[in-house]
Nanobody, 126 residues
Framework: QAQVVESGGGSVQAGGSLRLSCLGS????????MGWFRQAPGKEREGVAQ????????AYADSVKGRFTISRDNAKKMVYLQMNSLKPEDTAMYYC???????????????????WGQGTQVTVSS
């Protein structure tokens, strides 16, 4: 049974760092996209970063470019999100998703991802 499980969330002060991890057990890691999404209270879910399996193609939301780095280890079926220079506005529940596909040179949107984790909370205090 396919399952996606996140870990690594927590509380940190502004300017700090956190590393989120995601294990995709039973999930196909070949020719697919994996991504991190987040949702803050009262706000819509937004894409944070996505990565394609075969050539490591990545994409980031403008709000996290230069601060966050997504990476993956296909052999371990892991995806990571290194978050540096964290800001209070990064506070949200972060979700890992798998099963996305490519279109037009990039990963499709959230609706295309078939497997989602339960989320891990990230809280950044000022």
């Amino acid at each position: 049974q396919a399952q996606v499980v996140e870990s690594g969330g927590g509380s940190v002060q502004a300017g700090g760092s956190l590393r989120l991890s995601c294990l995709g057990s039973g999930v196909t890691f070949k020719d697919n996209c994996m991504g991190w999404f987040r949702q803050a209270p009262g706000k819509e879910r937004e894409g944070v970063a996505q990565i394609y399996s075969e050539i490591g193609l990545t994409a980031y939301a403008d709000s996290v470019k230069g601060r966050f780095t997504i990476s993956r280890d296909n052999a371990k079926k892991m995806v990571y999100l290194q978050m540096n220079s964290l800001k209070p506005e990064d506070t949200a529940m972060y979700y890992c998703a798998s099963g996305g596909s490519m279109s037009g040179g990039g990963c499709r949107g959230a609706a295309d991802f078939g497997y989602w984790g339960q989320g891990t909370q990230v809280t950044v205090s000022s």
